[in-house]
């Protein structure tokens, strides 16, 4: 069964601080995996996407790092900022599936504090 | 970035009656949208793919007469939530494929949301 699994489930943070947000795939065939972010009330913006010749793929303070043979990724922050409160998805494209063909994780929800 | 837009971004309604919510790519033609809900601490969940000029495809479970989608022109489609009722209070996002983005990334662009209250 297709899947995207993401840990931890929520995260507090200090402003200032970094932190590292894991995803596990089972999805196959595999075509690319993408990092939203996405506020509360609004609809997710694109971070990061990778196929699987990509391992790795920064965006300003985000980083995401993509391991094929593992199905593992991960989205890094640097010097996190109050902003970046929000849920932060991981999105696995089925290769050869029709164009909306998207399997979702739950998200992570961070918050920062000050 | 490409720009997607929905209309309204809130919506409160009695039970029973019908909501159109509409979906248009600002500054792009989208010949496909996709059209998702998604339930407070859940994924997304695309609900159908929304095909200009022609007929939508449902995912399974997802009732074509109730969920009516018209996708009438490249820049706007619309989601009418026919006789709803309070289990149909959900967010229902949209998405648009920009054209010439390399197919092996397929991106897609999300709208801002519709939150649906039905009473």
């Known amino acids: 069964k297709n899947q995207v699994e993401q840990s931890p489930q929520s995260l507090i943070i200090l402003e200032g601080k970094n932190c590292t947000l894991q995803c596990n795939y089972t999805v196959s065939p595999f075509s690319n995996l993408r990092w939203y972010k996405q506020d509360t009330g609004r609809g997710p913006v694109s971070l990061t996407i990778m196929t699987f010749s990509e391992n790795t793929k920064s965006n300003g303070r985000y980083t995401a790092t993509l391991d094929a043979d593992t199905k593992q990724s991960s989205l890094h922050i640097t010097a996190s900022q109050l902003s970046d409160s929000a849920s932060y998805i991981c999105?696995?494209?089925?290769?050869?599936?029709?164009?909306?063909?998207?399997?979702f994780g739950k998200g992570t929800k961070l918050s920062v504090k000050p | 970035g490409a720009v997607v837009s929905q209309h309204p971004s809130r919506v409160i309604c009695k039970s029973g009656t019908s909501v159109k919510i509409e979906c248009r790519s600002l500054?792009?033609?989208?010949?496909?949208m996709f059209w998702y809900r998604q339930f407070p601490k859940q994924s997304l969940m695309l609900m159908a793919t929304?095909?200009?000029?022609?007929?939508?495809?449902?995912e399974q479970g997802v009732e074509k007469d109730k969920f009516l989608i018209n996708h009438a022109s490249l820049t706007l489609s619309t989601l009418t939530v026919t006789s709803a009722h309070p289990e149909d209070s959900s967010f229902y996002i949209c998405?648009?494929?920009?054209?010439?983005?390399?197919?092996?990334?397929?991106?897609?662009?999300f709208g801002p949301g519709t939150r649906l209250t039905v009473l």
């Open positions: 500054d792009f033609q989208a010949t496909t």
């Open positions: 998405s648009a494929r920009e054209p010439g983005t390399p197919s092996s990334y397929n991106e897609q662009f």
């Open positions: 929304s095909n200009e000029g022609s007929k939508a495809t449902y």
């Open positions: 999105v696995v494209r089925h290769y050869g599936g029709s164009q909306g063909n998207l399997i």
